[in-house]
Nanobody, 121 residues
Framework: QVQLVESGGGSVRAGGSLKLSCAAS????????MGWFRQAPGKERESVST????????TYIDSVKGRFTISQDNDKRTLYLQMNSLKTEDTARYYC??????????????WGQGTQVTVSS
């Protein structure tokens, strides 16, 4: 079992920056991938960025490439999302998620409660 708690959300003007954090606890060695998802009102939840726990390989959706950076502490117990040059389109609730080893990619098993990010023009 893994527990995830997000923090760092808030309101910011377009062009500004925020850094989200996700504190993980539980059986971290059984987690093979972590990531950030977001969901805006009326929209489907989408994967923003992921990182593999073994080799640090990352993925990003095209809309955030060059602006967002995902990273982890060495012990894999804290996940970050540095968000720069924020746009109003980035407004959403952001969720931290973790995939259990052996679970197919794109399927996350553990989820945090989310943290709101609001970007104003």
């Amino acid at each position: 079992q893994v527990q995830l708690v997000e923090s760092g959300g808030g309101s910011v003007r377009a062009g500004g920056s925020l850094k989200l954090s996700c504190a993980a606890s539980g059986n971290i060695p059984y987690v093979c991938e972590m990531g950030w998802f977001r969901q805006a009102p009326g929209k489907e939840r989408e994967s923003v960025s992921t990182i593999r726990n073994d080799d640090g390989t990352t993925t990003y959706i095209d809309s955030v490439k060059g602006r967002f950076t995902i990273s982890q502490d060495n012990d894999k117990r804290t996940l970050y999302l540095q968000m720069n040059s924020l746009k109003t389109e980035d407004t959403a609730r952001y969720y931290c998620a973790a995939r259990r080893c052996g679970t197919p990619y794109s399927t996350m098993n553990y989820w945090g409660q989310g943290t709101q990010v609001t970007v104003s023009s």
